[in-house]
């Protein structure tokens, strides 16, 4: 682009853009376009979603796009705020020409096969391995919590490939192929009845090596490109004061004067503080970000989304009484997506029971903040310079 | 809006930050809290009129610097860190912003001197009055002049004037006297203000400006609060940094640097209330601007008191040495949690303005 895009001619653009798709009404389509516009993320490169501008201009972009056709941010969820960054960043021309439409589209659905049984937390300690054999690679191994493996058409994938070294610099980063011979996806039940995420089973499954996403040995580096978007996209997106999570106990609230009590009365009202307080520093955050100063506070948004959460939707559960003492539904099923504002308060409360577990614990968190942001000094660690191999498990 | 801060504003940050740590470490505060009074009154010419902290909120055709909550709100920030013992909340802020708001001329008369730091006032009511409840006193308007107590009135040591609230008028007296009371917070303490028969000067014709004057202070409030916790965490970082025990620094414990983190997350939107609500009053006292407040108060002055708390904890006992200065910050604290209005007010002031209401 000779010209930079600023906020009035995004804008300009996207009426264009808009006014020129009226008649296209399948989604997928009306995304292509979208895409191919350079419209789908203006900071990424001409040709794949963007428009090499700045990013504080997707906000303006979105919000001109409201009420068209729009991606699935629940099922896309991986693909969009965590996969697509890391392609861009680490990928090969090749791959980012092959995977970022169709990811965008939603016309293919992407997984995070990152977590394993014995490795969570601590994630560098993954045990799949994978072997090189020619120009393939023969993944082998066990994932679990994998949301939305049922749908997916691609897992971003994090294996062992040298078992010989410290546990960080053995592992590479693969783009897994879930329709491959050997990948097998089994439903895990959650608390809240249904199953949104899985186990998956790799059984010498053949990837590619076209399908490695950075070197051998770097997937810890690709992963933590990975994992901060994750957690961004967790942090939340911009809300008005009393929206979002507390939006639905307000509701509850104001149209059912018979449950008030003074105790809620005095929790709401601390809880009303506490949201807004959350909702004003992520509100800063975003004004950082687009001022060119990202600060530390990003890693802030989703430890305070998380507990604010959990505490309204149990809040919430009390408020219902007898609403409370019932659930919608507990039927076994596969679930598309999360739904936190079209269920019951008892599904909130029991899926908010999530946001403090994935995507890194809270107390995971708050070790990355105290060590990364406030600079207090490393615990001991005794799995440091040590083959993996040899850890205990 | 913004929540951020402008240039300008931290060129004042800089300035007011750099004559502090010339004039008011911790140890000379600590210094002056061992004599009759706290204040510093070289300290306070300086700021006043070298840095022109004093007419912050007057008008330039009033003699002030015509800048607004968000300037003043900085310099609180830089105040609290350093609990400085001067009177820019009770004489710039607070009895600024009555005189500002009666908008009289004789208001205008002691404007003029407030913001050229050649006087500073007070307002005539405790400390603790909550700006949606400030109820009223008992001072009289008699043949004589004005007779009365006001308990726990702040910064009257050291006011040449003093704003008295009389029925529905605000008074401006100079003949009073003040008994400082054993007060919690040696940094700011509180006093007894006594009037006998005192001549007076009517400066207002309503009483409003006075809660007026209270919501918008209790907003501002809330970014000296945000210094307080600010210093707090800061020094206790250092702190677990430095100290070791079992052979290794402090803060390199799990249960020491969760603590830290949570910490830290209060103070990052402690920020975030204060910088809202030092901006929504550049306004006036909007609905908006009263909610921000509200909300401002109700999260900084329990963040301000757990921040003092946990930097005393985890100092261990040289957190709770008198020659330590974490014990004027948690006095300050405790303190600030009262004054204007305690965090539960401002909670119940929000059932209003947020459209919570009460059980019937
Ligand atoms: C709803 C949901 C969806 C998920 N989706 C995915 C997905 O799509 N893909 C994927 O790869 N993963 C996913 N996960 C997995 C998630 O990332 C892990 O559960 C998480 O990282 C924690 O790992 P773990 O379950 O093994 O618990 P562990 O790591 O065993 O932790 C158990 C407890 O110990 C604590 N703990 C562990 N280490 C420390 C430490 N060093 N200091 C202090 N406390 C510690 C933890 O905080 C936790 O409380 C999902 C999880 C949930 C709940």
Redesign the pocket.
Known sequence: MSTKLDATSARERVRAFVAAHRDVTDRVGFLRARFDAGLAWVHFPEGLGGLGASRDLQEVVDAEFAGTPQPDLGKQG?GLGMAAPTILACGTDAQRRRFLRPLWTGEEIW?????????????AAVATRAVRDGDEWVVDGQ???????HHARWGILIARTDPDVPKHAGMTYFVCDMAAPGVEVRPLR?ITGEA??NEVFLSSVRLADDLRVGGVGEGWRVAQTTLMNERVAIGGEPVEPGGGPIGPVLETWRTRPDLRTHDLHRRLLALWVDAEATRLAAARFREQLAAGLPGPEGSAAKLAFSTLNQRLSGLDVELNREAGLRYDDWTFRRSDD?DMFGRDAGYRYL?A????????????L??VIAERVLGLPP?PRTDKNVPWKGLPR | MSLLYTEQEQDLRDAVRAVLADRCSANTVLARVEGDLPYDGDLWRVLARDVGVAGLLVPESLGGAGASSREAAVVLEELGRAVAPVPFLTSAVLATTVLLRAGTSEAGKILGDLAAGATTAAVAVSLAADPFRPGGNDVVAEDGGLTGVVPCVAGAEVADVLLVPVGDAVHAVTEFTVDTDVSLDLTRPVATVTLRAAQSVRVADSSDAVPYALAYTAGLLASEQLGVAEWCLDTTVAYAKERTQFARPIGSF?AVK?RLADLWLDVVRARAVARNAADQLTGGLTDAARTAVATAQAWCSPVAVHAAEECVQLHGGIGMTWEHPAHLYLKRAKADSIALGAAGDHRDALAGLAGVPAPA
């Not at chain 1, 994932?143 to 493996?149: E, L, M, N, P």
């Not at chain 1, 029971?353 to 995971?364: A, F």
């Open positions: 991986v997984c995070q096969l990152f977590s394993e049984p014995g490795a969570g937390s601590d994630l994932k679990v919590w994998t949301s939305g493996a959650q949104e995420f999360v899926r029971k999530g946001n403090s577990i994935e995507g890194g614990t809270s107390e995971i708050r070790t615990e | 799990q969760h």
